[in-house]
């Protein structure tokens, strides 16, 4: 069984830095595209960076040039580097590992399917 665990949430100034980690328990790690979403209060979930595993990355319009996604195989761990925060950053953040049908087809998922418990991003002065 696969699980994930996010670190790395709390509360930041505007304009501030964070890193999120999701550490993936098992074997699977580097067949599996990784994925950060998010749910501010109020909202629905909202798909903020993937990454496939051959390496395409993807980022919502609202972060980009701001947010990077990255892993690690050899931690077994994925992060999300998140730059000049803003208010409306301010959610709980997801991490998703998913198995894909092709190799740089996120929406596109082949049975595994897992998610992290999330983590609170507060950003606020």
């Known amino acids: 069984q696969v699980q994930l665990v996010e670190s790395g949430g709390g509360l930041v100034q505007p304009g501030g830095t964070l890193t999120l980690s999701c550490a993936v328990s098992g074997n699977m790690f580097s067949v599996l595209a990784m994925g950060w979403f998010r749910q501010a209060p109020g909202k629905g979930r909202e798909l903020v960076a993937s990454m496939t595993t051959g390496g395409t990355t993807n980022y919502a319009d609202s972060v980009k040039d701001r947010f990077t996604i990255s892993r690690d195989n050899a931690k077994n761990t994925a992060y999300l580097q998140m730059n000049r925060l803003k208010p409306e950053d301010t959610a709980v953040y997801y991490c998703?590992?998913?198995?894909?049908?092709?190799?740089?087809?996120?929406?596109?998922?082949?049975?595994?399917?897992?998610w992290g418990k999330g983590t609170l991003v507060t950003v606020s002065s």
């Open positions: 998703n590992a998913r198995r894909l049908a092709y190799p740089d087809m996120w929406a596109l998922k082949s049975g595994m399917d897992y």
